[in-house]
Structure formats: structure tokens, C-alpha cells
């Protein structure tokens, strides 16, 4: 029965990953149990920990500096997704984040939530040089660019956030694992994102800051 159980569980997985994401899959994907299986080769690629530690530095326009230090976890889905949480202090809530290969854009997607309001970046990726770059349009004209570098212990990026093509803020995040140990090939053993839920922090609640 168990069997059985889980191979409904991956077939009813399978069929959402040929869907267009929604909040309501979005909603479904984190709340599915973490599996083992490989990776498809685009997220492999992407070296990545289970646990890990981030610090976070947002500079405003106003002057207003807020940095926080969280923990971050990840999971794999069905080899298609990976599904990011960090425990914020500063919006006092879980934040969360889905990351897929989007076939037709041959580059990778990241989806956050707020509300019922799906925010989507879209990154790439070089696997040889481990340096990402992402772009994000969402709300009432916010538009970030993101850069960041990666190695097998350490991730930092740097996001500069516009408002109807005005600077509206820069935030600078470091992820490491939250115990040493080393990166392995297989990126779904491990965990840090080179493409960061960071992205998702602002987009998803950027309009409340304002």
C-alpha cells in the first residue's frame, strides 16, 4: 500500500511539472515531501545545500540599512524542482521559493508567492565559471538584476532593485552550508543556491515596503 502510495504521489508530481505554474501549485510543491530522485541534467548542474546559512544586507534609498542572518533549507521534487524555505526574522514568516528548468526559454525559473500573486525570474547559469544572472519584473514597476558566483563552499550575490527605472534598493546576500562539508557533484545531495530566494524576498513583498 505504501508502494502504491508514493507511486501516486510521483505520478500526480509528474503531471503538475507539465503544467504552467500557479499559486496553487506552487502552494502544492511546497508542501510535498523532499525525494532523492537525480535531478534533471539543467538543475544537477546547479550546486546547491540542504542546509545552509544566510546573511542579508538591503540598503534603501532612504537610507534604511537592514541586514539578517537566517537559515535556509532546500529540497528536491520528483527531479524537477527544488524548493527553498528561510526563516525570516525580518518579515516574521517562512519564506519560500521554486526553482525549474523552463525548456522553452532553455533557462532556469524561480517562482515566489505572496498572496495569491506568483513573482517568476528568470536565470541562467554557467556551470564552468559558476557565475549567475537573473532578471525579475513584478508589482507596480519594480524590475531587480541579479549577479552572483558560487564555489563549494560559498555563494554571494548582489540584487539592485529598481522602481519605475528609478534605484530603489541593493541587497547583497552570502549563503554557506550550515555545517563544512564538501559540494558533490550531484547537486541534489547537497544544497546552496546559485540563484538565490532573495529574489523572491523582494518581489514577493516589495509593494508592502513601499
Known sequence: M??????LLLLI????????????????LVATAGDTNALRPELAALPFWRDAKCSITMKYQDGKIFKEDCTQTAKTIAGRYIVFSMDSQYYKQTMYAVAGYDEKASAIRQWGLFGDTLTEATMIFDPKTKVS????????GFMEICAGICSDTEMTDHTVVYKDGVLYMTRDAKTCPATARKVEPDGAANGSQPFSLETNRTSSTAGSRR
Do not use: N
Open 2 to 7: 505504501k508502494a502504491l502510495c508514493a507511486c
Open 13 to 28: 508530481v509528474e503531471i503538475a511539472c507539465s503544467q504552467e505554474m500557479t499559486p496553487e501549485r506552487f502552494r502544492q
Open 133 to 140: 544572472a537573473s532578471t525579475a519584473r513584478y508589482g507596480d
